[in-house]
């Protein structure tokens, strides 16, 4: 790489930092969230701070079809994601009674399994890929960076 390529990928890098945008040359750390008994039942959560961000380890049922955010641990499924909200940066609530996620910014609405129910957010809160190191669960990556 010469310095040309070089600064250009410093100015590509810190242009991604500055917009807070995941992507896959700036995986984070891996982080321990939690073991896996700790999420006994079904909408359980965690709270955790993952790149830099406030994120949300939710126990979910099982999915109607196969899906790419949740990880199944024999009948234990487990997704994981950002908390910060999609439309323009705002911390989302934890997951209400009704098993809603809420920015109180702009009124978008989540799921508790982070996808977008009612914009103005149009997307997903971000994924996290999450692995399971014995009987710990860990974040590892962003699933879609
Ligand atoms: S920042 Fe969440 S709805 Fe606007």
Partial sequence: MN?????????VAALGMALGAPSASAQPQPVRVALLGDLGEIWADREFIFAG???????????????????????????????????????????DQRQMVECGCHG?????????LEGPAPNDLPAIRLEVRQNEIWA??????
């Fill in 3 to 11: 310095r040309r390529e070089a600064s250009k990928s410093l100015i």
């Fill in 140 to 145: 590892v990556a962003w699933l879609d960076g």
């Fill in 108 to 116: 978008s609405r989540f799921s508790a399994a982070g996808l977008v």
């Fill in 53 to 95: 961000q406030q994120a949300l380890l939710v126990r979910v049922p099982a999915p109607g079809q196969p899906s790419s955010r949740v990880l199944q641990v024999g009948s234990i499924y487990l997704t994981a994601y950002s908390r910060t909200c999609t439309h323009a940066g705002c911390t989302v609530q934890l997951p």
